[in-house]
């Protein structure tokens, strides 16, 4: 999912108010740690170059140039400066040096990714789940697992707002709490209302997530929250139903309430989900793949194993997409009652 919001800007000009404070109140509390760090160890240097640094950033705060590359005077990218405030350059303009270390520690949070996904040949008590996790990137904003629990199982499906490293961090933020609570054998409203206030107290303004969560048993029966994806997909023997989002996305509103959805699976059923970098993908005239070829598409290939299913799909996609660079990160998953 692309960010909508937009890149930080001079404080002296549109940069909004609430944008400064969380700045402000991220530097004054790495000075306060950095301060009595100093205060213990007055002798080491790279501490005081850290105070000197932030001094600096909460100064460019104060005369509107904070989040400004000093070389190109273009924004630095939100994303980069959300995880690390006292950044001075955009990408743009590293040194050689710096985009190596930056290469390295993408890298490194791309495997941190791969070990969290689940298991490709994933099934357990007559169900089946297949899935494709497709970064555009490095990293990826993505969100897919698969949790065993209280004699079923939950299927978890998210995106992101924005890309990089920023996401990615976000990303292994759901991950870690929807594990945490799964071992909880919570209700899915309340797991989900514990989810969203946790993600609105560790994000900032404009992060947020669209997902869909579901718990399935071994009799078929199915319940899911959508908190502001795209539609979850039920396919069997009549044809693919769609389901519209029914909540507002995590971290948007600490607050919210995410409404269940029912249905019921007979063997041979699959539940289709995606993110949008799926009904997101432009081919070389500037269409869109859009939500109706989404559906047309789990329809055509409703009938095929889960594995021949996502193949056929993506072959599709990319045939459509053909001249076009991935733009989004994309994630299909398949879940089947198999028998």
Known sequence: MESTSAKPQPTGGSMATIEQSYFRTELELRREKLKAATHTDATNTRLRGLLADVDAALLRLHDGSFGICESCHESIEAERLISNPLLR??????????QRDLENDLMFAAEIQ??????????????????HYQPANIVSGDYCDLIEV???FLFLLGDVVGKG????????????TFRTLASQNLPLRQMMAHANRQFCDSTTAGQ???MIVGNAWPDGRVEYVNAGHPPLLHIS?????SSEARGVPLGMFPSADFPVCQLQLVVGDKLFLYTDGLSEVFDAAGDEFGIGRVHSLAS???AQHPDEMLASCLNEVRNFSAVSKQRDDLTLLVVQRAN
């Open 165 to 176: 490293v920023a996401a990615s961090m976000l990303m292994s933020h759901l991950h870690a």
């Open 237 to 241: 023997a009549q044809g693919a139903i």
């Open 89 to 98: 350059l955009c990408l743009d303009h590293l040194s050689p040096q710096e």
């Open 114 to 131: 791969r070990t969290l996904l689940p298991r490709h040949d994933w099934s357990m008590n007559g169900w089946e789940a297949r899935y």
């Open 208 to 210: 947020f997530a669209t």
């Open 300 to 302: 055509r290939h409703g």
């Open 150 to 152: 209280n004699g079923g």
